[in-house]
């Protein structure tokens, strides 16, 4: 069983059809792979109509074809960006109300086909919600028995620690979980690449405050950089043109090496055996890439090499 790396969804069901998708989805539960994850907000923006829901349609479709495998699969999924009128987003995204994260959840079991999620997410913060409010509203999933657990995304670290001590406060469910834009690589100070959200992306404050807190695991997403680190038709964005990059990419070159590997499953082994350690979500076009991905989480690094990646800076 891998519980290490998350298949990301995002563009089941528009980017990538329905062939490739269940494919890529048999081959990660073969492989062992538990963890899927998806948003009510996906995708939104390769749709032309400028609304989501495609991918948790297709991993309903898809769980409905494979009977069993919804006890073999844990799934994710989020609310709060699902735009409300097409083509206005951020503006108009649904949020975070009792009222909208009530809506958004029973519309995504509806399409997903399921009675339960493992793991429910504030995809972002709105600020025109009180966290009170949305910490008792997603509290109320946990106590109907339709979460397990609960978890934030592109979170600023205040609002993380506080969101779970008004849930310790008040003896509810609060977030067991972060899922931030992380990556071996980092972008110049002071910037952030385009597709990430205002808080999106994994600092040092982050880190420290996951490392500190035993009960709160740390989901990353863009791990590999949309293909930036191999693929010479996907190059860096212009955020990690920085000398940084280069020292650090010579110190993935000369692991890559001794480890017989390349620059991705280097950098998922990284990842996943840090401190803290951080959970992956690839999203993947092809077995072969998910392969990839499955061998990088299972590749172990020396200390000597861990040591020289860390230092890189």
């Not at 492989?31 to 309903?60: K, N, Q, R």
């Not at 009180?130 to 028995?145: K, M, R």
């Not at 979460?147 to 003896?171: E, F, H, K, T």
């Not at 690589?185 to 205002?198: E, I, M």
Request: glycine residues 8%.
């Amino acid at each position: 069983m891998i519980k290490n790396l998350i298949l990301g969804a995002m563009l089941f069901g528009t980017a990538q059809d329905e062939r490739r998708s269940f494919e890529l989805l048999d081959h990660f539960v073969d492989a062992g792979g538990v963890w899927i994850d998806t948003a009510d907000c996906y995708a939104f923006w390769a749709d032309p109509a400028g609304f989501g829901g495609h991918s948790e349609t297709l991993l309903g479709r898809w769980m409905a074809r494979r009977p069993g495998v919804r006890d073999r699969v844990r799934i994710s999924t989020k609310v709060g960006c699902e735009p409300t009128v097409a083509g206005r987003f951020p503006e108009t995204a649904e949020g975070l109300s009792a009222k909208a994260v009530k809506s958004a959840f029973e519309a995504g079991l509806r399409r997903l086909g399921t009675d339960h999620v493992d793991l429910y997410w504030a995809h972002m913060p709105d600020p025109s919600t009180p966290l009170e409010e949305t910490v008792a509203a997603f509290d109320e999933l946990v106590s109907a028995g339709s979460v397990d657990r609960l978890g934030c995304s592109n979170y600023p670290v205040w609002q993380v620690a506080r969101a779970r001590q008004i849930a310790r406060d008040q003896g509810r469910a609060g977030f067991t979980a972060v899922q931030q834009q992380y990556s071996y690589l980092q972008p110049r100070p002071g910037t952030r690449p385009t597709v990430s959200h205002r808080f999106g992306m994994v600092t040092d404050e982050v880190l420290h405050y996951v490392e500190h807190q035993p009960d709160l695991e740390l989901w990353a997403y863009t791990p590999l950089l949309s293909g930036g680190y191999t693929r010479e038709d996907k190059p860096l964005p212009a955020e990690y043109d920085h000398p940084g990059t280069v020292r650090r990419l010579a110190a993935l070159d000369e692991t890559a090496a001794e480890t017989g590997t390349n620059r991705n499953r280097v950098v998922l082994a990284w990842l996943t055996g840090g401190s803290p350690a951080a959970m992956p979500i690839v999203g993947v076009s092809t077995v072969e890439q998910l392969d990839e991905a499955l061998a990088g989480v299972s590749l172990e690094l020396t200390a000597e090499q861990r040591e020289r990646l860390d230092s890189a800076v």
